[in-house]
């Protein structure tokens, strides 16, 4: 109960830390902002922030795109559903050009709903193209748990809900991650320090041609 109720309080504090910190880099900047909406993945879990791909993305626009600047939204253990609550609000406040959505893994181990699960990714990427934002869906795997028909539906629901909405498919960024033990922790489940160059090494291609385009 006690580690429940620590997990619940440290989450609210990271999440509001978080968002007012990128507040606090949109306010100060002129130019245009990308928010990544995540899990634990993109949460730097089991290791600092500035240690997780999403500080590393930072660190690589601050030298390519001077004007861009990266609000982190992501949460441990994000759902489809939560990301889609937290999304109106942030959007108002950082009004970003781009929203990277890596969300799914903790949807797909629970055996969420296909359908309900689309709906949200859907829901998410016009939320976003109405706020004048182009969307990047994030690929994600999971284990067989539920049977192939459940991984299967769940894998092509990225590339549905792109096409259906026109936005972009990105890679599954835990591609030569996931099947290297020694670029995941001991759960199997979450990559190493070591690991996240990979991880932004394969988000950037897709990132850059969106960031190269003229906004809408």
């Known amino acids: 109960m006690l580690r429940r109720f620590l997990f619940r309080v440290l989450r609210q504090r990271l999440a509001l830390g978080l968002l007012l910190l990128g507040f606090a880099q949109t306010s100060a900047a002129t130019g245009q902002s990308v928010l990544v909406l995540g899990d634990s993945i993109s949460a730097a879990y089991g290791m600092s922030l500035e240690e997780g791909w999403v500080a590393l993305l930072a660190d690589q626009l601050e030298a390519s795109h001077p004007d861009t600047v990266v609000v982190n939204a ?6 489809s559903g ?12 950082h009004q970003p050009r781009i929203v ?4 799914g893994g903790n949807d797909g181990l629970r055996g969420y709903p296909v359908n ?3 709906d ?13 934002a182009r969307v990047i869906f994030l690929s994600m795997e999971i284990p ?20 259906e909405t026109g936005s972009v498919l990105g890679p599954f960024m835990l591609e030569g991650v ?28 897709t990132l850059q041609s969106l960031l190269d385009e003229p906004a809408l």
Not at 74 to 79: A, H, R, V, W, Y
């Open 74 to 79: 992501s949460i441990s253990g994000e759902t």
């Open 82 to 93: 939560g990301g889609l609550r937290r999304l109106p609000q942030l959007l108002e406040q």
């Open 100 to 103: 990277i959505i890596e969300l």
């Open 116 to 118: 309900r699960f689309r």
């Open 120 to 132: 949200n990714l859907r829901e998410m990427a016009q939320l976003s193209q109405q706020a004048g």
């Open 144 to 163: 067989p748990n539920y049977g192939s028909r459940y991984t299967r539906l769940f894998r092509e629901s990225f590339g549905v809900v792109a096409e």
């Open 178 to 205: 996931a099947t290297e033990p020694s670029l995941m922790q001991a759960d199997g489940i979450h990559p190493t320090v070591e690991a996240q160059p990979a991880l932004l090494n394969n988000v950037w291609p």
